[in-house]
């Protein structure tokens, strides 16, 4: 328990500990540093640091990005951890019963405005669910087998564009690209028709490789610094003109939101559950011996302009996932691909079994031939103009959550061509 009072349905419970970066509603944004949140508090760990309460052989937490705490590892990460925890616990007097330390380390979430929470160096995004995928390929390829060949041996996936990962409350304005609808001789450029969200998870790495050491399945676990919500919005029709050969582009490029608080790894080791039975077997790099899925439950929420709150149009899990988290680290690296601290990886849309835990409208509403109908009479086969979409998941504990907060962006108006 800890002397910061909150419910027991805060995301962000002692259990949790997430680490963000953040500056003080009337700061210069020039003053972001790092903290942790605790109930609808941040801990300002440059405080703690600067009076050597933790990590005193380091001033990492001055920094405005969490890459260099990410670079030092797994023990420093869990010291760290220990020394909050301590700290935090309702047997601890440190910072509970000074009063001045209190009003300079706790500020309320609400009068601080956070920041992305690493230098993204580099973005990949698998495509790791295998409901995701069968439903894609249903729909995309309906007279052939919706999972291509490669599918259950490796975790396929594509770099992305890390300069356009914004953080949660960042409008996602509607793209202008090339078209080239059914039926028509030649493509046009306009505004995407079709514009979509994707339910996803991604995770932060930590120390990382050098180029030419692969990162063998055993040891991927000492690499994933903490996770995050993630949506990955998609401009489909402009996705579907343009991937042949060489994959996503300017269809996936128009923005990706991240929730601002990284879950760390060591947070949800309670919460470790067994994947999907892999059939056929996975090839040795990439074969596990212990369960690394997560049962991490999730949920999408959108908002039209007629809306006064959103309404939950899917409920998944990342339980779903066919490919884990360390699976994707073992074969991303195993060419010798070096990762480096704050690289950022992703899931692809989480969905599950049924059509409530479809994580895209391409899937609800079966790429806009099955528009769906919202309480208020409102119907959507794509996104439109002013629709706000938000993205929450948590692990349930024993009187106790570990949240991710929210992953939040509304949809603004493509620029005009005029």
Known sequence: ???VKYNEESPFPIQNLPYGVFHKNGEDPSTARCGVAIGDQILDLKVLQDLGLVLKTSKCFSSPSLNEFMSLGRKIWQQVRTELTELLSTSSPTIRDNQDLRKNALINQSDAILHLPARIGDYTDFYASIDHATNMGKIIRPNEEPLKPNWKWLPVGYHGRASSIV???TPIRR???QLNPPNSPTPSYGPSRRL???LEMAFFIGPGNELGNPITIGHTKDQIFGAVLMNDW???DVQAWEYIPLGPFNGKNLGTTISPWIVPIDALEPFKVQGAKQDPEPLGYLKENEPSHYNIQLQVLIKTPNMTSGEVVATSNAKHLYWSWNQMVAHHTSTGCNLRPGDLLATGTI????ASSYGSI???SWAGQKPFKFSN?????????GDEVTLTGYCQGTGYRVGFGSAVGKVLPAHSLE
């Open 1 to 3: 328990m800890s002397w």
């Open 167 to 169: 953080i949660s409350g």
């Open 175 to 177: 793209p202008n690209g």
């Open 196 to 198: 979509d969200y994707e």
């Open 234 to 236: 998609s401009a489909r």
């Open 351 to 354: 969905s599950g079994p049924d």
């Open 362 to 364: 391409m899937e609800l």
């Open 377 to 385: 009479g409102d119907t959507r086969g794509w996104l439109e103009d």
